[in-house]
Antibody
Framework: EMQLVESGGGSVQPGGSLRLSCAAS????????VHWVRQVPGKGLVWVAR????????QYADSVKGRFTISRDNAKNTLELQMNSLGGEDTALYYC?????????????WGQGTMVTVSS | SYVLTQPPAVSAAPGETATITCGGN??????VHWYQQKPGQAPVLVIY???DRPSGIPERFSGSNPGTTATLTISRVEAGDEADYYC???????????FGGGTKLTVL
């Protein structure tokens, strides 16, 4: 079974940092682009960042550029998101998801999400 | 930045057809994907590349993208179809992925 499992969420104070992880299993992780997508409870889905299959290329939403860093370890089948300078607007459920192929492929496998709460 | 516009809510009685629209500039030139999200669950892909269905998704779900507005159509609506639905595209100009605001489907 293809699976993505997020971890690392929690509560952090404004200005703090947090590192999320996503463990992949059941498919050849190194062949897929992977992303972080977040969702404020009760609100819509928002794309955050993506990394290509070999980790050589990344892209970020304007709202997180310069504060978040996406990375991957294909040997360990893991995806990470380093989040710095966190603010209340970053409070959300963070999903990792893969896209089938590069560019316009669909998000066909999703994790269950890990909650990040930024509050003093 | 690219924007996708969905109606906030749509309703349909069991057995009827529900239609959810997704508007965007020159959306016909993009590949549109649709996701279903039920409360407390992760999104599930229901339509990809405008009108293809993943395995396991009922034939009642179909999509189209003729040019000005993309559409998700759910035929013979069932109570279990009640969920939020999101359209999504990859904006090639910005290399960003964009989701619509979501449409809540209520089964009457």
């Amino acid at each position: 079974e293809m699976q993505l499992v997020e971890s690392g969420g929690g509560s952090v104070q404004p200005g703090g940092s947090l590192r999320l992880s996503c463990a992949a299993s059941g498919f050849t992780f190194s062949k897929y682009w992977v992303h972080w997508v977040r969702q404020v409870p009760g609100k819509g889905l928002v794309w955050v960042a993506r990394i290509n299959d070999d980790g050589s290329s990344t892209q970020y939403a304007d709202s997180v550029k310069g504060r978040f860093t996406i990375s991957r370890d294909n040997a360990k089948n893991t995806l990470e998101l380093q989040m710095n300078s966190l603010g209340g607007e970053d409070t959300a459920l963070y999903y990792c998801a893969r896209t089938s192929g590069s560019g316009g492929g669909a998000f066909d496998v999703w994790g269950q999400g890990t909650m990040v709460t930024v509050s003093s | 930045s690219y924007v996708l516009t969905q109606p906030p809510a749509v309703s349909a009685a069991p057995g009827e057809t529900a239609t959810i629209t997704c508007g965007g500039n020159h959306i016909g030139s993009k590949s549109v994907h649709w996701y279903q999200q039920k409360p407390g669950q992760a999104p599930v892909l229901v339509i990809y590349y405008d009108n293809d269905r993943p395995s396991g998704i009922p034939e009642r779900f179909s999509g189209s993208n003729p040019g000005t507005t993309a559409t998700l159509t759910i035929s013979r609506v069932e109570a279990g179809d009640e969920a939020d639905y999101y359209c999504e595209v990859w904006d090639t100009d910005s290399d960003h992925w964009v989701f619509g605001g979501g449409t809540k489907l209520t089964v009457l």
